[in-house]
């Protein structure tokens, strides 16, 4: 699993009260293709998304360490050489970028073939969610897929909040499972398929 390939984190339990006193849910949600002014907020969502979301799941020091500084160097270099064939999304809420979604051909021909996508990563600042960020990032990246007959996606085998989330939206798992080892300690992942 390496830096795109990340577990996706929307927390479907997440605080549903703003949806009906006007806070966040209400205001307009703009996804739209990342640029690379993008890169530092886009970090800062997806190394705070790791921290959130794999709390207890992961090594604990591991989270720690990680830094925004590092991951958007290594994205804005990513970014300036070209990503490929990978679509890389942020929404938007009232001017402020809240969640990062990126998809693109499969990487693995084992299990997969050419005609599948896969959706690398969904990451929603740790503040928005439960607020239709993910849905919406997903949504979008559904429709990316021009072509493809499957989105894959891999999520830690642990990670329940995530699960029910692809599962509320059309995913099921495949079958396959790799090891995914985090500083000495394996973290299972398992494979998710939708049909397109």
Do not use: K
Not at 43 to 63: D, F
Not at 113 to 140: M, Q, W
């Amino acid at each position: 699993m390496d830096d795109l390939s990340e577990d996706l984190t929307e927390d479907l339990t997440g605080d549903r009260a703003s949806a009906r006193t006007g806070g966040p849910a209400t205001l307009p949600l703009l996804v739209r293709p990342m640029t690379l002014a993008d890169c530092e907020r886009v970090s800062e969502i997806r190394v705070r998304g790791w921290q959130h979301a794999y709390r207890g799941l992961m090594p604990q020091p591991y989270l720690d360490a990680l830094s925004v500084a590092r991951d958007a160097e290594r994205r804005r270099e990513r970014f300036g050489t070209g990503d490929g064939p990978v679509v890389n999304l942020v929404a938007e809420r009232a001017g402020g970028t809240v969640g990062w979604a990126a998809v693109g051909p499969y990487r693995d021909d084992e299990g997969g073939t050419t005609a599948d996508a896969e959706l690398y990563a969904i990451y929603v600042d740790p503040a928005h969610l439960g607020s239709g960020v993910g849905r919406a990032l997903l949504a979008e990246s559904l429709g990316r897929c021009s072509g493809a007959s499957r989105l894959l996606l891999w999520v830690l085998r642990e990670n329940t909040r995530a699960r029910r989330f692809y599962e509320r939206a059309g995913f099921r798992p495949d079958g396959a499972e790799e090891p995914f080892d985090v500083d000495g300690v394996e973290v299972p992942e398992v494979r998710y398929a939708r049909q397109l």
